[in-house]
Nanobody, 125 residues
Framework: QLVESGGGLVQTGGSLRLSCVIS????????MAWFRQVPGKEREFVAA????????YYADSVKGRFTISRDNAKNTLYLQMTSLKPEDTAIYYC????????????????????WGQGTQVTVSS
């Protein structure tokens, strides 16, 4: 089970930290990711972290502004978002693949089997 929180309304240039509490598996053996979706558009990749934490991946649109991290003791995945822009407005989802020690690309939504319910982020101009 994946449960996101931390979304909200923020002004352009502001910051938010999203959290995703993950239960039901061996947290440390899974890669994890954040995606986002605007109504009427495809769900798009934002950031991912491989199962060991040795690799992180970011969409070009958020590189340098967003940071993905996790706290193994709390079974929680985070997305720190800074310098937010109106185009970052979306519903943000955390996602986990079904396979432990996953070694795929991490960029495609089709690689993920478990999704949270989403948390709304709105950036006002």
């Amino acid at each position: 089970q994946l449960v996101e929180s931390g979304g909200g309304l923020v002004q352009t240039g502001g910051s938010l930290r999203l959290s995703c509490v993950i239960s039901g598996g061996r947290f440390m053996s899974y890669g994890m990711a954040w995606f986002r979706q605007v109504p009427g558009k495809e769900r798009e990749f934002v950031a991912a972290r491989n199962w060991s934490g040795s690799e992180t991946y970011y969409a070009d649109s958020v590189k340098g502004r967003f940071t993905i991290s996790r706290d193994n003791a709390k079974n929680t995945l985070y997305l720190q978002m800074t310098s937010l822009k109106p185009e970052d407005t979306a519903i943000y989802y955390c996602a986990v693949p079904a396979v432990e020690y996953y070694s795929g690309s991490y960029y495609s939504k089709d690689e993920y089997d478990y999704w949270g319910q989403g948390t709304q982020v709105t950036v006002s101009s």
